[in-house]
């Protein structure tokens, strides 16, 4: 089944920071959207964040096509796919730690990465960090990301990121999308100032550019303390059943795969 898919995305600075430490990619064409945000009081965030987004592209447009086929090696617990997305997040990894190493200037640098693939009829979401991704399915919101984080005094702090270490560890999830899904990914200038049900309530009522725009405004309302990027990512089905009516009759309409898998701790 070909998906249709498309997507809008923001940044903004800010109401408080003077310069954006957050990055996007997002493309229509590979389905590939990523989302990075640069760790807010180390040095060279935004070199950070670029890094990842641009090594994430470069893995994926080089690795996509030698990679076919439904599995991953034996044993992996992965299809083809979502080893790749996790393949692309550790070659980011490589290059913002060896950025840091060159370059003084960027030592103790690093970034979240959050990032979605659609590939047939199936998504996979990884991520290391605290940057969201929501899957928007009817009236309902869920998290598919894995929050690397631990509670302090009043707030959190990152347990995993990009570029930190020579190796990095990403969570994965892989399952079926539908026709009418949507995905919101985000840094967390915007989700720890706004709730799931407000990013539901705004997905689900108002154009994708219009949402994108609204939650901005919304965080920036509330205080803007840190850099906001959210994406917006639609999921079309071309000669499908809808989203909705397979998410309710899908146990009973034939080839409907209704598992989703998880890889890492």
Known sequence: MTMHVEHVALTDTGCRRSRNEDAFFGCDAL????????????RAGD????????????????E?????GPLAPANSGLSCQAACLVDAIAYANRKVWDEARRRSECEGMGATV???WICGDTFVAANVGDSPVYCVHGQAIEMVSVPHTLPKEGNHVLTRAV???REVQ?????????????FVLCSD????????EEILLTVCQQSAEEAS???????????????ITVMVVTVGAKGAVSGWLRRVFGPLLPGMKTSARRHGA
């Open 31 to 42: 389905k590939l959207y990523v989302v990075s945000d640069g760790m807010g009081g180390h």
């Open 47 to 62: 070199v950070a964040s670029r890094l990842v987004v641009e090594g994430m592209q470069e893995y994926i447009r080089r």
């Open 64 to 68: 996509a096509p030698r990679k076919g």
């Open 114 to 116: 959050s990032a979605v």
């Open 163 to 165: 570029g930190v270490g």
């Open 170 to 182: 990403a969570d994965v999830c892989e399952s079926q999308c539908y026709g009418g899904d949507r």
């Open 189 to 196: 200038g915007l989700s720890n100032l706004v709730s799931e």
């Open 213 to 227: 725009r609204s939650l901005v405004e919304l965080a920036k309302a509330r205080g803007g303390d840190d850099n």
